[in-house]
């Protein structure tokens, strides 16, 4: 996928403007209290002396007092609760990796006082994914009515400690008393592993990344022009030869074309993962309450897979996968073999992925061979279509059946607008907002990511002598963290079809994990913020600051970032 090409109509370095209108209230008001009682006590502390959290919280009172952390608390869960159990584990490891040291693990129903307590009962305020939080001298208690409103809980806990990694025995916890829930439930960070190919152990780290974040969705675009990057049993060649490309493109070829040929680096590149791999993923994944979400592209970006079974395409032509960036003329044909072709791969796909949404890509199809093609035009006449966008959408629609048949949802890239939208699809909004406004005006739901606020592939300054190879265009920290996903002319109806916003890494030009990182931080931060923190609370300047500490934690998991400015 090259969403990026829309873009280059514009100048290259072209600030985004940020859409700073008022959107409609959130169902629960939410506000931010700071209480200082006791204020000649020295423990005293104020929101502004404890390390910052982000997200930020939706209501947070800090109390007199502190909680001392040592190897020998407790972390009590619910007695026989596997899934609780694996949330406080995940609580020690982020213990050890802050202080060296493990607390021990209780599932007693009597919990000794000076413990972490992990309990679920029914608390009507905060929602499936919310959670209460309580520090104090004799403790340590995180509630919530589900168990992903528990790790979240754990998570902001693990903000509470001293930024930066802890010396001695203890950790020292101010006394607080938060309660959170998240404004959107699609909390998205997207990767694009089809242009370049990234291990399972980084795909692992780029999961921890987002759910420290306490994001929830992980969009992984899994097939492209340029590798097919999962194995489907019944069709083996997609990885023997669509998961290898020969060389790749050097710099910006649209660019370069008035000054000279075209270069390529002569290096074969590729991989893919196997199905057991994708299994684990998906695990690694959900014990963080993130769900994976695939993407299979059609009916462009097909030259992958029609390099691998040629009969799949409009010509017959025997190609190669993709060696240049950029919108590929190849797409899938649209008969009978096409579609059972299509059909099997997806369900091999959906009986690995437990996904609500199956992605179906569905952008940039060019539609030239097509057109061309004696054989298409027939068709379109026979299907009583009216051009080649009614083709795309009839081609969308059956295979929106299918997936709706397996017991999932379709969601695509706004093109799918494009002749009809299918009845049950949802949209992803890239090109602006407004295939988002339409698709949402029509009753159907939407996550929002236009490329003006949410493409993390772009410069980070305007002055790109100065930063590492980008697609282009200018995204600034600034910019992302202003961003609304409502939009202001939407009545209270059509808000609720708006299931949040996503961060998109697109990696023609990101072939390794230290510059892919650099990308993502600290702009993914602002995208968690946004899509998590009531609106009325949002801040810049507090969320800078904030930052600071957050950039500590980078240090501490080994994640490289963009330095602050």
């Not at 006394?175 to 592993?193: E, K, N, S």
Request: net charge negative; aromatic share 10%; proline share 5%.
């Amino acid at each position: 996928m090259d969403h990026h090409l829309l873009s280059r109509t514009f100048k290259q370095n072209l600030k985004m403007k940020t859409n700073l209108s008022k959107t409609l209230p959130v169902i629960f008001i939410t506000f931010l209290i700071i209480m200082i009682t006791n204020c000649s006590a020295p423990e005293n502390k104020t929101l502004a002396d404890i390390p910052g959290i982000i997200p930020l919280p939706a209501a947070i009172q800090v109390l007199s007092g502190q909680f001392i952390l040592t190897p020998e608390t407790d972390i009590v869960y619910p007695a026989d609760n596997e899934e609780i159990k694996k949330i406080a584990e995940y609580l020690n490891q982020l213990v050890f990796k802050s202080a060296g040291f493990q607390l021990n693990l209780s599932d007693s129903d009597h919990p000794q006082q000076k413990s972490i307590q992990l309990l679920t009962g029914e608390f009507p305020d905060i929602g499936k994914e919310g959670y209460h939080l309580k520090s104090s001298r004799k403790g340590v208690q995180i509630s919530a009515n589900e168990p992903n409103g528990l790790f979240y809980g754990v998570i902001t806990l693990w903000q509470l400690f001293p930024t930066g990694s802890v010396t001695g025995n203890s950790i020292t916890i101010p006394a607080v008393q938060i309660t959170d829930m998240p404004r959107f439930p699609w909390r998205g960070a997207h990767l694009d592993v089809g242009r370049h190919f990234f291990d399972t152990d980084f795909i692992k780290e780029y999961i921890d990344i987002i759910a420290l974040h306490k994001m929830n969705v992980f969009h992984w675009h899994l097939t492209d022009d340029q590798g097919w990057r999962i194995e489907i049993k019944k069709y083996p060649l997609l990885t023997e030869t669509g998961a290898w490309r020969d060389e790749t493109v050097i710099g910006h070829p649209w660019r370069n074309r008035d000054k000279g040929p075209v270069k390529y680096d002569g290096i074969r590149h590729g991989g893919f993962y196997t199905q057991n791999e994708i299994k684990e993923i998906i695990e690694y994944a959900a014990d963080r309450y993130i769900t994976v979400v695939p993407e299979i592209e059609m009916p462009g970006h097909a030259q992958a897979a029609i390099a691998s079974y040629p009969e799949l395409g409009c010509t017959g032509e025997k190609v190669k996968v993709g060696t240049i960036w950029g919108i590929s003329p190849y797409i899938y044909n649209v008969d009978d073999n096409t579609f059972k072709f299509l059909e099997d791969v997806l369900s091999e796909v959906i009986d690995l992925f437990p996904s609500e949404y199956i992605h179906i890509g569905g952008d940039e199809a060019l539609k030239d061979q097509w057109k061309a093609s004696k054989k298409i035009q027939k068709q379109i006449r026979d299907l009583g279509l009216k051009d080649e966008h009614e083709l795309q959408s009839y081609f969308v629609k059956r295979i929106e059946k299918y997936i709706n048949s397996k017991g999932r949802k379709l969601i695509g890239w706004d093109e799918i607008l494009e002749g009809g939208l299918a009845p049950n699809a949802a949209v992803m909004s890239w090109r602006g907002i407004q295939g988002g406004i339409e698709a949402a005006r029509q009753g159907h739901d939407v996550v929002m990511t236009p490329y003006t606020h949410c493409y993390l592939d772009y410069y980070q300054s305007e002055n790109t002598d100065q930063e590492p190879l980008a697609i282009g265009g200018y995204l600034p920290l600034d910019t992302v963290y202003n961003y609304e996903p409502v939009p202001s002319q939407f009545s209270v109806e059509e808000a609720k079809h708006i299931l949040g916003a996503q961060g998109n890494v697109w990696t023609e030009f990101i072939a390794d994990t230290e510059y892919l990182e650099y990308m993502l931080l600290p702009r993914m931060t602002a995208i968690a913020e946004l899509t998590w923190t009531p609106k009325e609370l949002k801040n810049l300047d507090d969320f800078k600051k904030r930052l600071e500490s957050q950039v500590e934690r980078y240090k501490l998991m080994g994640w490289n970032y963009r330095p602050l400015e």
